[in-house]
């Protein structure tokens, strides 16, 4: 289950002690609970995998280990927790780098303070977050990933698992890039059932992340208009 937005976990990771120590105080100041904080990537690891916060906001740019590497360990390590990437690069190449390694989001440091907290917000119960004009790029890199053939595995492997009818319209309205929000209003049901939603089609899929099941849901048709 995720962890309502306001007493979110949050850890910050930034090789810049003053960068880091700002926008720990600053979220902070809006009410999130600050668990750990780490200046290089083999700390970020050791401390997220103790800590085990919520919500990461990981800088990409660390000593010692590169972000898009942390994310991948902690999002392997941490299945619930989520990842939103603060950057001062908004080069696609980045960005891209970012959602494969199974980051849930990503602002670039030029973002204001009230952003960056609607950003923790957010990312805190599972939506999407991007930096205006990067989210189209990045649903297509949900798409261009799910073209490619997934490695096959040995055995047979189980039979694939039956989802509701209501899961099935939720994975749908995933696919197609809406955030948790947008999903509720659509089908007029709260964003608490959202999340459930998608976290039993996580765990019924023995899938991680959102990314995952974006991929998932782009496999099988579903981001198709209906």
Same mark, same amino acid.
């Given at each position: 289950?995720?962890? =309502? ?7 910050? !990771?930034?090789?810049? =002690?003053?960068? @880091?120590? *700002? ?8 009410? #999130? ?8 990537? =083999?700390?970020?690891? @050791?401390? *997220? ?19 898009? %590497? +942390? ?11 989520? !990842? ?28 204001? $303070?009230?952003?960056?907290? %609607?950003?923790?917000?957010? &990312? ?5 977050? #991007? ?6 790029? +990045? ?9 490619? =053939?997934?490695?096959? $595995? ?5 039979? &694939?698992?039956?989802?509701? %009818? @209501?899961? $099935?319209?939720?994975? /749908? ?18 964003? /608490? &059932?959202?999340?459930?939603? +998608? ?14 099941? +974006? ?10 208009? *209906?």
């Amino acid at each position: 289950m995720n962890a =309502p937005a306001q007493t979110a976990r949050v850890m910050v !990771v930034d090789d810049h =002690p003053m960068w @880091r120590d *700002a926008v720990a105080r600053d979220l902070e100041a809006a009410g #999130f609970e600050l668990v750990a904080t780490a200046g290089d990537g =083999p700390q970020a690891v @050791r401390r *997220a995998s103790a800590a085990r916060p919520d919500v990461l906001v990981l800088d990409l740019n660390l000593p010692g280990l590169p972000g898009v %590497e +942390v994310c991948k360990r902690l999002v392997r390590e941490l299945p619930e927790l989520h !990842v939103l990437v603060l950057s001062a690069s908004g080069e696609h190449a980045d960005v891209l780098e970012a959602v494969k390694s199974g980051a849930t989001g990503y602002l670039v440091k030029s973002a204001s $303070t009230e952003e960056l907290i %609607e950003a923790v917000r957010r &990312t805190a119960v599972g939506d999407a977050v #991007f930096t205006p004009g990067l989210a189209g790029l +990045v649903l297509g890199e949900y798409r261009r990933l799910a073209a490619e =053939p997934e490695p096959k $595995t040995s055995g047979g492997g189980p039979e &694939t698992p039956r989802l509701t %009818e @209501r899961e $099935t319209e939720v994975l /749908r309205l995933v696919a197609k890039g809406l955030s948790y929000k947008q999903i509720a209003e659509r089908l007029v049901i709260s964003h /608490r &059932t959202v999340q459930n939603h +998608v976290q039993n089609t996580l765990g019924k899929l023995q899938l991680h992340n959102r990314v995952e099941l +974006v991929r998932y849901a782009i496999e099988q048709g579903l981001d198709d208009p *209906a």
